[in-house]
């Protein structure tokens, strides 16, 4: 089980690491600029009749909060099934494992190595880097063969899949167990196909063009509202709005694909560890890898 | 696996391709000429005793926003859900592969071209389009008999079904296998009646009616509401509050019916297309289509 | 599949079919008056030191706001849950319907006449209609024993899990195609189950009336808030804004028991129909009954 | 099936019984006090240089209405799925009872009256009452050994799992019917393990805590912050405003722990009376319970 | 079964114990400094031009709560699903025991420790104790063995998969049997892999992180925003707005890890109390444990 280590809250409050800030600084640059020139422009532009009231503002503020609050819960959803998969393809590699050590002892250590290169085929596939090393180092020369293909990883599981077929035609194992091992394996599957529904389909392009859109036009426009209130405040408080619009919007979007290498994405380097950690150990072998623990700056990849 | 490439937030910004705007450009042109005479016309309906404040119009603007928030979650449910059932469609396909290759390699040719032919056959009924051509390249002559009926993908899944009862009966499966393999066609029938319920049944149509309504007299009346205190930043504030409700109540209508062409609709050709790249590397065959990509305004379809 | 015509967005606006206008009209004309009094007895009343803003109702009215968002999401929440069911009573019957031609060919008539005598039994025993005619029609005298129970659905059930029975004592079905298709026929449990469940266990009734209360309350004093600000644009205001909250008030409760003959309700007698054509056409009959179609009001029953 | 009538709408207004206005009459007349010494006590109290504005309370009151709203989501989310707990029970006792009709039914009286056993148990359990004259009716002498339990529910499926097991081990049922009907006793297992949950972990305790704080003192000061405007409207609208939010800060807690005897509770008597008549139905017997109605305030127990 | 005792409504407006001012106490007082502070120096800092209004934080203040009650959501969901997992394993382990005892009855003690252990060393390897004491417990030498392992808890879950293997492996058990008592041990490996998932992974960081800068900042600033209207009110109106913020942030940082110590977190002493008290019963033990109760403060760790 991989632990993170607890941050005080007063740390919290200055933190960098871990944070959007670094994203959005540009943008809350621009804003604290807009404050200034709204400051000095204020009495200049009133004369020509311009003028702009908090009034609109307020009820345009609520409406993209309660918007932004819809896209959040939606990317926050498709994080959360993003993890649950992962924590099912655990599940799921150790159900294997322990039916396999029940069934066919002597087979665990080869169900072991494709179970693993099932895990890093998938996290290569979702982050779309090269598998080519770590299937070597699970499958050997028959690594090869699976690299030629489009849907690899798929192809892995079909490894699983044949050696569950020939213990059946070699009558190793009945057709129940046969069957009881074939669900685990579907299992796989799910895992699978749903973290390739997750990854090929994000969230419809238009939520987060419109989002983008108003946010930014209202943080742009908030300080010329702001200042016939306010004055010498402006900046403060403008800032401190977009501020809570702004990282709300960019959380939301780093959450939107999961499977990068961004600080609040998965990090299924750490998982995959943990997975290979837990079936080295059901083989009962001492040698295991070190458990993945974050660096300094809170970070897990 | 599907890949779409990602967009700058700068392109975002600037975006047309993918967003609703052009569905809403005749409405947002009609709020600011609404505005434009709101500003002329002021002086002279204020004489009559007419005005309007944005009070009133701020605590109706508040819950239109919760009511739009309300039908979005809704109609992102039925978009995901849509989503989800593609999803198992490929799940399901992989794992009937997968067991009819354990248990009786030899048919899996023909049970491929039935599984494909059941993924266009339910594109097609979903998109009210002619599956006549696809039909005979998957089924050969058969697909004439199939074409006769009205539940065309029903009548496909019962092939498979046929396929599986032969093979009991006959004595090539036992029952155990026969009741697995039956549980796997249970899944092509569950995303059968799941999309066909979604496509039956749109969202109450009240809903819609009662949104459409009231995000139209809403952004109809406001700029009379804003006059008094913007003047002449009237149309600026006022086309950018109308765009807002009405892009995300055109985006709902959208998702509503995710079945279609439009850009945010699911990518059904690429997801069939998907389904027999894998089920033709399953059955080792070296020429496979092409993987689906985005067309250079983002669109598969 | 039953497929509904498109309307146009235009013709959405002045829609009077569909929309729950109908319900509210009396309530919107209470509420016109309430404003017309208003405007004359502003005047008189405010000598009496009798006065109302509009800030508190502003509060009000998005509190309510709030809790009418979260009793349409219930209301919608179960009219999906009964949408769901029928859905699954086509999935199950489809199912039911495969494995008993995989199975016993010859039985298949009588059981889909059971299957029939389910749906129809299920829609009349949540509409608390008389079902004589319509078992009748698919039992024959078999249906008087029905009809003498109080558990009908459930009777029509028991008589499918009893030929299953006998055709396991009989020896014709092993014991793993038994509970094979006894997990089917658990599958109309659960659908006769939850519609059970939805139709006896309304929303807790403190609900309705706490937000009729609050919203017809509100909806009364709307035009006394709005008098001092809008004076003769009070009657527009007040019905407007009046309108989407009694309309989504109204709407609600129409949901909210979803089995009945209104314009939201569930279409019960088209899916029906629907099974029906199903059914017939995996028995291979040609004399099917029409495809269900709304009429020119878009309305189905 | 239960059915309750319907109220009409103009009833609803007007109606005591299955509201929550009993549980906050006294807090409603506290609220009026104050607004009447808010009223008498306005210049006196302004001269102390003491004053409130609705400005802040507004912000504070849509505040509380987001935390009532989730607060409303979690309560009656447990109520559903209590319902939903209960829903499942019927349908595993039809289950269960339709598999031993099938398999063994001599023993079907049996497992009847260990069935109601349990659906009584488990009531009694809930509602912390005594069990002894109900157990008693069903299970005659066994029910001493019962009774003298701390687990009495899980001890009565305990009984039909030996049932089961001794049926196995006689040879009577094949392991697949076994299995089979395991399953069904599972389901019990879960029905049983989640009404468990519910009663025994309520929402964590701060959140009433902090909502009824808030919720109280907000109506205590709101009075003192709409007098300056209302001056003698005050008791009316804070009286209005005060009532919906105690009325949906009591009806959340009412509907936390739904097991007890309140107008909103689950009707768990009347649902144990419908299982028994589906039951005794399914064994064809003809002295039935009657059906449970609703007395003349709508409550059943 | 666990039972808590009610609390009366006045004692819960002034309860101490299981709410979280404790946590907060020392934000409240800041924020009260903060108020006399504004008022003392209002006078002073307008001459300076700096003037801060209500207005603008009320637009701040309704979205924080919008995002609040997001993030208040999303917490409580962990902590339902943390409590769902601890009731399937009260499920798992009963049913774990009804099948052990209706298969291999002699067998029973020993599955009956192994569960125990399971059970404990799950709740140690959660809270990071040491589980040394209780494995001895349960387990005699074998506890050796288990804590010289890194994943403990699933080392106790292949004993009891291994015991199953030799059963089959002896003969004692068919394919049948053994499949269905891996589905449910497969139940436990869900428990464990959801409770890792749960813990291992919290909320992405980042939305901890704004929510405390964006309330902190917010409690900061609102009483100089408060006391131009409210003046010698501001302290009272401050610490209350400043109060229903904090408590309901700290409350959902509370919940989020919802395996420590804390008033608000899981009670697993109790839990697995409850489930030897169940497992004894079940094998016909007298010597049961005591059920727990919680303390004086209402508290059960």
Same mark, same amino acid.
Not at 28 to 50: K, P, Q
Not at 195 to 205: D, G, I, V
Not at 232 to 239: E, G, N, Q, R
Not at 280 to 295: G, V
């Given at each position: ?182 669900? #685990?394996?579907?299992? %796989?599957?799910?895992? *699978? ?5 997750? /990854?090929?389909?994000? $969230? !419809? ?41 702004? #990282?709300?919007?960019? %959380?939301?979007?780093? *959450? ?5 290498? /961004?600080?609040?994405? $998965? !990090? ?34």
């Amino acid at each position: 089980m991989i632990i993170r280590p607890h941050r005080h809250w007063f740390v919290r409050l200055f933190s960098w690491h871990g944070s959007v800030l670094s994203g959005i600084m540009f943008r809350l640059g621009l804003n604290l600029l807009m404050s200034i020139v709204a400051i000095y422009c204020l009495d200049w532009y009133e004369t020509l009749g311009v003028k702009l009231t908090l009034a609109p503002f307020s009820l345009l503020g609520v409406s993209i909060a309660i918007f932004l609050g819809f896209r959040n819960s939606v990317c926050y959803a498709r994080f959360t099934e993003a993890r649950q998969l992962w924590g099912n393809l655990l599940i799921a590699s150790r159900t294997i494992m322990r039916q396999v050590l029940a069934i066919s002892p002597t087979d665990a250590p080869r169900i072991s190595a494709l179970l693993m290169a099932f895990c890093y085929s998938l996290k290569h596939q979702l982050r779309q880097t090269d598998p080519k090393e770590d299937l070597h180092r699970y499958l050997g020369d028959e690594a090869e063969e699976i690299l030629r293909r489009r849907a690899q990883t798929n192809a892995i599981e079909m490894k699983i899949s044949q050696w569950l077929a020939e213990q059946r035609r070699n009558g190793e194992v009945s057709d129940i167990v046969y069957a009881q091992l074939d669900s #685990s394996i579907h299992q %796989l599957s799910q895992v *699978l196909g749903g973290c390739e529904r997750l /990854a090929s389909m994000p $969230l !419809p392009f238009a939520y987060g063009l419109l989002l983008h859109r108003t946010v930014y036009l209202f943080c742009t426009l908030l300080p010329f509202a702001l200042v016939p209130d306010l004055h010498y405040m402006t900046p403060l408080v403008s800032v401190f709005i977009a501020y809570s619009f702004l #990282s709300l919007d960019t %959380l939301a979007e780093e *959450l939107e694909m999961p499977f990068g290498y /961004a600080n609040n994405h $998965l !990090p299924m380097d750490a998982m995959c560890t943990n997975i290979e950690i837990n079936l080295l150990e059901m083989n009962n072998q001492r040698d295991l890898p070190d458990t993945p623990k974050p660096d300094r700056y809170y970070r897990l990849t």
